[in-house]
């Protein structure tokens, strides 16, 4: 997954094209995570499916030291359920 993140101008956008993540059901949807200061901040959630767009914008945070994907119950958690989660360093060019 792919993750376009402008702190500056508070935009945030993931590339769900290519991401490795399966379908989620009609029960689940994924949950972006900034990872800040060692504690989660929730970022949204998105599906993934068929039909979906490839492009979707997401709540921004001004500082983070990384992003983490958890599939989490419809509408989202206040803290990631750890049964599945991804990662995902910051590359800043």
Known sequence: MLIAWNPE???LYINKKGSGLAVN???????LWAI???KPVSL???DIGQKDSIIQSMM????AAAFAVTL???GGSEKPTLKQMVAMSISHK
């Open 72 to 74: 989490e119950p419809r």
């Open 25 to 31: 059901d009609k029960d689940h949807q994924y949950q």
């Open 60 to 63: 921004s945070i001004d500082k």
């Open 9 to 11: 101008k508070n935009k």
């Open 36 to 38: 800040r200061k060692l």
């Open 44 to 46: 949204g959630v998105f």
